[in-house]
């Protein structure tokens, strides 16, 4: 089973600061997913990102997956109360036409206002 | 509805008793997961349904998983003679089809505690 090792497990920060979360694995995927999980809720997807080197930019977000596709990140400038949340990374493991989605073990965001 | 629905929202029970748990997905949805997200952890694959195709049961953890898919739609986790290390959040995921271009929309999740 191919893992995805999260960095930082917890996370809080004053509301206005930048923060960064990484996803690191030994194995290749072909493509790697973040989402962000609210208490009560499922996760939500933020992004997809498929090809090694791709930045990706959402707002205030911005994703990265790494040249050799065996990692990502997630930064987030100026967070607000609202990123508050769990945050998942997940690969795909086996490339196009594949259905499974190894997902880490998450990032805690607080955001402090 | 317009997204994953699943029932019941949570669900306390004693050790040694069985549950169901219910989910519904998006309609016209093909693929069908069932992820366990125990604290602390990520989540863990635990079935996969693609239309009329034999479902892939290698996230299962023990005898005690089963789960089926009526019609193509509605789907049903149940876990017999429940075990404190079963509590958990089940959740429950569809996707348009099978391919990893489509996006997972989850489901809100069934709180399970086994006491």
């Known amino acids: 089973t191919q893992l995805l090792e999260q960095s930082p497990q917890f996370l809080s920060i004053q509301e206005g600061e930048n923060l960064t979360v990484y996803c690191n694995s030994s194995?290749?995927?072909?493509?790697l997913q973040w989402y962000r999980q609210e208490p009560g809720e499922g996760p939500v997807l933020l992004v997809t990102?498929?090809?090694?080197?791709e930045v990706k930019k959402l707002k205030r977000l911005t994703f990265q997956f790494g040249d050799a596709r065996k990692d990502s990140s997630l930064h987030i400038t100026a967070a607000q109360p609202g990123d508050t949340g769990l945050y998942l990374c997940?690969?795909?493991?086996?490339?196009?036409?594949?259905?499974?989605?190894?997902f880490g073990k998450g990032t805690k965001l607080s955001v402090i206002p | 509805g317009a997204g994953v629905s699943q029932s019941p929202s949570n669900k306390v029970t004693e050790k040694g008793k069985d549950v169901e748990l219910r989910c519904d997905p998006i309609?016209?949805?093909?693929?069908l997961y069932w992820y366990r997200q125990s604290l602390g952890q990520g989540l863990e694959f635990l079935i996969y349904?693609?239309?009329?195709?034999?479902?892939?049961k290698s996230g299962l953890p023990s005898d005690r998983f089963s789960a089926e898919r009526t019609g193509g739609s509605v789907s049903t986790l149940t876990i017999q003679r429940t075990q404190q290390e079963d509590s958990a959040v089940y959740l429950c995921?569809?996707?348009?089809?099978?391919?990893?271009?489509?996006?997972?929309?989850f489901g809100p999740g069934t709180r399970l505690t086994v006491l």
């Open positions: 995921a569809s996707r348009r089809q099978g391919s990893s271009t489509d996006t997972q929309y």
């Open positions: 194995s290749v995927f072909s493509s």
């Open positions: 990102v498929v090809t090694g080197g």
């Open positions: 997940a690969g795909d493991e086996t490339g196009a036409g594949s259905y499974q989605l190894t």
């Open positions: 309609s016209g949805h093909t693929a």
């Open positions: 349904f693609q239309g009329n195709s034999a479902p892939d």
